[in-house]
């Protein structure tokens, strides 16, 4: 059974960043495909960062030179720091995991406001 909890969302102010934190639950988490996803208020859920078992990445176009996604294979901890934040980065971020099947974690309120 795998079970994802994030922390580290909040409020802040344009150019700000914060450092998002997913923690793993269950065995053999350097085997996962690990992601983090976001959906804002009246759009889709739409994935921000991937990072594969091997360590290779992926970004969403919008974030890509801002944000940068990591693992702890020790810490089984994904993380996601996210700089320069605009308002447009305003959503809730999933954690997501992958071998077989989805995981998803409850999501964390990230929200950039002046």
């Known amino acids: 059974q795998v079970q994802l909890v994030e922390s580290g969302g909040g409020l802040v102010q344009p150019g700000e960043s914060l450092r998002l934190s997913c923690g793993f639950s269950g065995r053999i988490f350097n085997i996962y495909v690990m992601a983090w996803y976001r959906q804002a208020p009246g759009k889709q859920r739409e994935m921000v960062a991937r990072i594969s078992n091997e360590g290779n990445t992926n970004y969403v176009d919008s974030v890509r030179g801002r944000f940068t996604i990591s693992r702890d294979n020790v810490k089984k901890t994904v993380y996601l720091q996210m700089n320069s934040l605009k308002p447009e980065d305003t959503a809730v971020y999933y954690c997501?995991?992958?071998?077989?099947?989805?995981?998803w974690g409850q999501g964390t309120q990230v929200t950039v406001t002046s």
């Open positions: 997501y995991a992958n071998y077989l099947r989805d995981y």
